[in-house]
Each structure stands twice: as structure tokens, then as C-alpha cells.
Nanobody, 120 residues
Framework: QVRLVESGGGLVQPGGSLRLSCTASGNIFSINYMGWYRQAPGKQRDMVAQITSDGVTNYIDSVKGRFTISRDNAKNTVYLQMDSLKPEDTAVYYC??????????????WGQGTQVTVSS
């Protein structure tokens, strides 16, 4: 079994910063893709940022220059540094990981979600 635990969400004023973390644990052989998605009320879940095992990153246009995704492979952890936050960034943020289990089975795993609210 694999578990993803997220932390770092909260309430912040416009222009502020937050750092999200997501740690994977359990029967993990290797992790390939790690990413962050978000879902605002009444909207679909969209990819925000993603990072491969080689450190190649990709972002949606609306967060480029403000958000930074990184990972610590030794800790099976992915981070999302969010700066210059805007009210439209308000959403539940989900961690997503593509990995191989110790049985060499591919698995697409999701975190439980963490609320980010940007408001004055």
C-alpha cells in the first residue's frame, strides 16, 4: 500500500506565500512523475505543476513565475512553493504521484487534498 500525506495549506492574504508538501510512503520501488493539481468549487481538477524524476518541470500559464515545484527523491517528497498568491489561486490542492510499487506494479496515487484560500 502507498500513502500520500499533504501539508502546508491555509489562509493567506493576496500577495502572500505558502509552501505545500506531499510525502509518499509505503511499498514504493520508484517514483516517476510527481505533480500538483487544484480544484476550485464548481470547477474541474486541473494540473498546476509537474516534475519528472529527472527534474523536468511544467506549469500552467497562470502560475508561471509565481509557483515553483521541486522534489526530494531521498524523502519521496514533492513541494510547491507558491508566491504572489492571488484570490483566483483559491482551491483544494491535490498531490499526484506515478510510481512503481515494490511488486513492480504501476500505481497512480492521489493525496487527500489541502485547502488554499487567498483572501484579504
Amino acid at each position: 500500500q502507498v500513502r500520500l500525506v499533504e501539508s502546508g495549506g491555509g489562509l493567506v492574504q493576496p500577495g502572500g506565500s505558502l509552501r505545500l508538501s506531499c510525502t509518499a510512503s509505503g511499498n514504493i520501488f520508484s517514483i516517476n512523475y510527481m505533480g500538483w493539481y487544484r480544484q476550485a468549487p464548481g470547477k474541474q481538477r486541473d494540473m498546476v505543476a509537474q516534475i519528472t524524476s529527472d527534474g523536468v518541470t511544467n506549469y500552467i500559464d497562470s502560475v508561471k513565475g509565481r509557483f515553483t515545484i521541486s522534489r526530494d527523491n531521498a524523502k519521496n517528497t514533492v513541494y510547491l512553493q507558491m508566491d504572489s498568491l492571488k484570490p483566483e489561486d483559491t482551491a483544494v490542492y491535490y498531490c499526484n504521484v506515478h510510481l512503481l510499487t515494490t511488486m513492480r506494479t504501476p500505481l497512480n496515487s492521489w493525496g487527500q487534498g489541502t485547502q488554499v484560500t487567498v483572501s484579504s
